[in-house]
């Protein structure tokens, strides 16, 4: 039986020391939906450094981040190249699916695993990850089922807010930054 997605999931409270993986849709969470068409096959999406930063502040606590979406693009594999995101999942039409595989291969449940999408593709990962997220320019239902929307948009520091937010419930927010900042050889891109 499909579960009613018009509906916010009941959840237990999140044991945010438990958090171990951080997951994101690309257009619309780590862009801001807009996609541009060059000439030569390529798309052009704007990515904010305020949110490069952020996931690079996640590794030094030892957040495992990736990125779950059903379109491909050049741009994005070079973002998380730039930004070390090994687990990119490019072309994903059943992400639920996706995302299973994902926690069972990392040895986690999703318990452990912090889901932030934007659209109706979405919805099922929001539905069964510890906490779910969005930004503020999602669509209207899924701000409805979302357990945490972000007051800023999609591409525009949503990321980061959400990061932020992550690191402060865990209490490894200062952590993060000093490592950052003393070993700053780690993090060589935004």
């Known amino acids: 039986m499909m579960t009613n997605c018009f509906v916010k999931p009941?959840?237990?409270?999140?044991?945010?020391?438990?958090?171990?993986?951080?997951?994101?849709?690309?257009?619309?969470?780590?862009?801001?939906?807009?996609?541009?068409?060059?000439?030569?096959e390529d798309d052009i999406k704007h990515f904010d450094a305020h949110d490069g930063l952020a996931l690079m502040l996640a590794r030094y606590v030892d957040l495992q981040v990736a990125v779950v979406t059903g379109r491909s693009s050049v741009a994005l594999r070079r973002r998380c190249?730039?930004?070390?995101?090994?687990?990119?999942?490019?072309?994903?039409?059943?992400?639920?699916?996706?995302?299973?595989?994902?926690?069972?291969?990392?040895?986690l449940d999703f318990d452990q695993v912090v889901y932030?999408?934007?659209d109706w593709n979405d919805a099922l990962c929001m539905r069964k990850a510890a906490l779910s997220a969005c930004p503020a320019d999602a669509l209207p239902e899924i701000q409805k089922i979302s357990d945490l929307v972000l007051e800023k948009g999609g591409g525009r520091g949503a990321v980061r807010e959400l990061v932020d937010y992550i690191l402060h419930k865990k209490g490894v927010y200062e952590r993060a930054v000093m490592d950052f900042l003393e070993k700053p050889s780690c993090s060589n891109s935004q």
């Not at 999140?14 to 619309?28: T, Y």
């Not at 930004?83 to 059943?94: S, T, V, Y």
């Open 10 to 40: 009941n959840k237990r409270p999140v044991d945010w020391a438990q958090i171990k993986l951080l997951i994101f849709d690309c257009d619309g969470v780590l862009t801001d939906g807009r996609i541009i068409y060059g000439n030569a």
């Open 81 to 107: 190249r730039d930004l070390k995101i090994a687990h990119l999942f490019e072309g994903i039409a059943d992400k639920l699916g996706c995302v299973e595989r994902l926690v069972e291969e990392l040895n």
């Open 116 to 118: 932030m999408g934007d």
